[in-house]
């Protein structure tokens, strides 16, 4: 029996994974569904807008621009072992297209947004207004989830885009002001270096990691229990099934644009 | 108007609802009664169908609830909450207007601001308190505000959750005296569950004592003082003795 015991433990916690995967599929079916039948609620979906979108710009931007600069401090560093030097503005801008900047902008984005999403319903949840939205003959999955999802869906790319802009700026600043490289030359190089491919590729991890964390933080909140206690449970699983699943969204989406 | 037929419910190994029979007359108030944790909530969420039943039936009309167009069904009702369940981002004219501002029962916006006003105003509120948000508000007027919500599109019935939980004696008596004048005024059928029993005596034409995840004794009001009935006699006396245990 003993011996046993922790096989049964295992099982239990395959079984719980497998429904809660389940539980997450039909979640995202049902919520991507809603967002192309009516009705739908401009209202709702330009105020998610604001606070997925715009209002995540500043944290955004910040660290893209400190990863940026960074990011041309360690290749110098490194490229100046074996005379690369000048290869800071091409590894700059593909390492904050390809990866650092889809990366840290979904990481951001779920610690910013998921768990906002998951602490405000999961509150409603707790206080009855879910229950209230039914009975005011309004479908919560509509009114709360679908505009959120579309908008983290529309948003999360471009501030991917404008967090992929802003890091080569930061990298573009640091090499041009400390390690004394050409304005000219070093956006030449970026601009001519870069491809299609890597910008597509960005954006589209962009897409993807704002469908998670959008995604995440609803269903963690949904799913909430009672009290303060499964308020915070539901914000903390939320950010972490969203930091977890973006990182290995982005492994996979890597594999498909960049396998050779 | 609205009847339960042998509804049972379970969460868990934990069985709520063990076979709940009840009738409710239409344009009457019905009071639910009933120890905490006893079902008296998730008997109302399953009949509006925010719980499903595991068995029996609820028929609204003589029509089963789980049938039927769901925004018809729920457009006759109205609910007030526990803890009033006001939207926090809106505006208090706004979540008394909810129902007047999208779906089937939609208005011209200013026209659902006019009726948010005039429903405020019949709870006992002032019109300053249309443009507040819910969070401005202590707690016996977010009460009215629910009121006010619950009431808004004139519903044929009306579930009051708790209504007097939390509040102090006046503002009691102030909900319960709304509660029945609306009732009254609107010819609605009410359904009220509470462990206030001023508020029982203020609200209700009948009453049902729920125990045990069934109803113990169900009868007109005045009947309830001499009902004989050991359950719903230690219930409205607050005596600790008798056959219901006081630690459950």
Known sequence: MTLLAPLGALGRAVLTFMATVGRVSIFAARALSHIFRPPWYPRELFSSLLTIGWLSLPVVGLTAIFTGGALALQIYAGGARFNAEAVVPQIVAIGMVRELGPVLVGLMIAARVTSSIAAEIATMKVTEQIDA????????????????????????????????????????????????????????????????????????????????????????????????????????????????????????????FFSI | MIRMEGVTKTFGDHAVLRGVDLNVEKGTSMVIIGG???????????????????????????????????????????????????????????????????????????????????????????????????????????????????????????????????????????????????????????????????SVRAIADNVAMLHDGVIKWTGPVAEMDQSGDPYLDQFIHGRAEGPIQAVR
């Open chain 2, 36 to 198: 905490s944790g006893t079902g008296k909530s998730v008997a109302l969420k399953c009949i509006l169908g925010l719980i499903r039943p595991d068995r029996g039936k609820i028929l609204v009309d003589g029509t089963e609830t789980t049938t039927g167009d769901r925004d018809a069904f729920l457009a006759r009702f109205g609910m007030l909450f526990q803890g009033a369940a006001l939207f926090d981002s809106l505006p208090v004219w706004q979540n008394v207007a909810f129902r007047l501002l999208r779906g089937s029962l939609k208005r011209p916006q200013a026209e659902a601001r006019e009726i948010a006003i005039e429903k405020l105003r019949r709870v006992g509120l002032k019109p300053d308190v249309a443009d507040k948000l819910p969070a401005e508000l202590s707690g016996g007027m977010q009460k009215r505000v629910g009121l006010a919500r619950a009431i808004a599109a004139e519903p044929e019935i009306i579930f009051f959750d708790e209504p007097t939980t939390g509040l102090d004696p006046i503002m009691a008596g102030v909900i319960n005296d709304l509660i029945r004048e609306i009732v009254v005024e609107m010819g609605a059928t009410a359904m009220t569950i509470t462990h206030d029993m001023s």
């Open chain 1, 133 to 256: 939205l039914t009975t005011l003959s309004t479908n919560p999955m509509k009114y709360l989830v679908a505009p959120r999802v579309l908008a983290a869906l529309i948003t999360v790319p471009l501030l991917v885009g404008i967090g992929d802009i802003i890091g080569i700026a930061g990298g573009f600043g640091v090499a041009v002001h400390s390690l004394d490289f050409n304005p000219a030359t070093y956006l030449m190089n970026t601009v001519n270096f870069l491809e299609t491919r890597d910008v597509v590729s960005s954006l589209a991890k962009g897409a993807a990691f704002g469908l998670i964390a959008a995604l995440m933080g609803c269903f963690y909140g949904m799913e909430s229990g009672r009290g303060a206690q499964g308020v915070g449970r539901a914000t903390k699983g939320s950010v972490e099934a969203a930091a977890v699943l973006i990182l290995a969204a982005n492994f996979v989406l890597t594999g498909v």
